[in-house]
């Protein structure tokens, strides 16, 4: 496989960039793209509200005591093409309640669209994935039949297959249209996912590279390892799956020993297992979009002011002077394709685990290898405000 990794295209950071990767990962499921993201939350109807009232998201489904669920509440939110569902337990009994219990607030599904959700579950448990929902047929009466299956990836974090070709409802049985929505915030940017990055144990980043390209069919797109991705205290390693049509992105990354704790091994301590540590929502308009999100008291991780003096020499023009960039914490980073530009939140629940990003991309498919070792440094600070560093 050596002669597929591009080394001469090994960025001045030393990530190493396969640039056959999607012609290499094998769609045969196929996943479409993912259809939505499901949190397991120990509030939803003030999650729904946090993501109406701040990130602009509209609440487009309801599932719960008044549509005939006993056990939970679900609120479908959605934003352009990004869909999450808050989801939280009615009772202290169940897997909802015992998993926000032991975690906090975290991502429980990433769902993939596919043309056929049998198939999916039989291809890749056959493949060795291990089984979370067997195939259903959900009948929504008048509105066709929804099919779904899920299998297990790291932590008790699920993938769901959604088959929707025989369905027309708002989004799946037993959720009813929220006939007069609240109104969203309006002034950002937010158009589709770009990817969601998992966080696994010391030693598990190669399992879950594996499993996505055996069970899943992906193929790696770039390996940073701890000589990358380090700083004087803490280091961390990184591998990016993709499937076929780019559509699906997962960084997979697991702790590297530094002097310090590693800001992955501060997830997991307080996630208590491997699982999601950020999903990236892709903009047109980063400016814009953060400076409203911060108006609104979204909390965003800040860069030092060194940051921004070596910025211009190392990205050149990305079309935003460096004083805005700097005004509000934008990142930005360049590779042979274009550039990016970037900005991450503080952890948006009470633990130190998940949080957003937002990403502008101007050519570039990379991730912002340029900026890991400032963002990190940025992030260690906060580490240790919390006395975790
Ligand atoms: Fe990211």
């Known amino acids: 496989m050596t002669d597929t990794i591009d080394r001469g295209a090994a960025n001045q950071a030393g990530a190493i960039v396969n640039k056959n990767a999607y012609a290499e990962a094998q769609d045969f499921l196929p996943l479409k793209a993912i259809d939505h993201v499901e949190f397991w939350v120990g509030n939803a109807k003030q999650s729904a509200h946090y993501f109406r009232a701040l990130w602009g998201f509209t609440p487009v489904a309801f599932a719960g005591l008044e549509t005939g669920v006993r056990d939970r509440a679900s609120y479908v939110m959605r934003r352009n093409d990004i869909t999450f569902v808050l989801t939280g337990a009615l009772s202290p009994d169940g897997e909802i309640a015992e998993h926000v219990h032991r975690h906090g607030d975290g991502v429980k599904d990433i769902a993939f669209l596919v043309d056929d959700a049998m198939t999916s579950f039989a291809e890749t448990t056959k493949r060795g994935a291990r089984p979370a929902i067997e195939p259903i047929e959900l009948d929504g009466g008048e509105d066709g039949i929804l099919r779904r299956s899920a299998v297990y990836t790291y932590g008790e974090v699920r993938h769901s297959f959604i088959d929707r070709k025989d369905y027309h409802g708002v989004f799946a049985p037993g959720y009813r249209k929220v006939k007069k929505p609240a109104a969203a915030a309006t002034g950002m940017s937010l158009l589709e996912i770009d990817h969601c990055v998992g966080n696994v144990g010391l030693g598990d980043m190669n399992t879950y590279v594996d499993y996505y390209r055996d069970v899943f069919g ?21 591998k990016v799956m993709t499937n076929g049509n780019g559509r699906v992105k997962f960084p997979i990354n697991e702790p590297a020993t530094g002097k310090k704790k590693s800001q992955i091994q501060e997830f997991l301590d307080y996630y208590l297992d491997a699982g999601t540590q950020h999903v990236a929502l892709r903009t047109d308009d980063i400016v814009g979009t953060v400076r409203r999100l911060r108006g609104l008291g979204i909390e965003f991780l800040g860069m030092p002011h060194a940051y921004y003096e070596q910025l211009g020499a190392r990205v050149g023009d990305v079309g935003v002077p460096i004083e805005t960039l700097e005004e509000l914490g934008i990142e930005a980073d360049r590779d042979e394709e274009g550039y990016l530009l970037q900005i991450f939140t503080r952890p948006i629940q009470d633990r130190p685990t998940f949080f957003f990003e937002i990403i502008e991309r101007h050519g570039s498919r990379g991730f912002g290898v340029g900026n890991f070792k400032a963002l990190f440094e940025a992030i260690e600070i906060e580490q240790a405000r919390r006395g975790n560093l």
Do not use: E, N
């Open 218 to 238: 992906f193929a790696q797109l770039i390996h940073y390892d701890d000589k990358v991705i380090h700083t004087d205290y803490s280091a961390l390693m990184s």
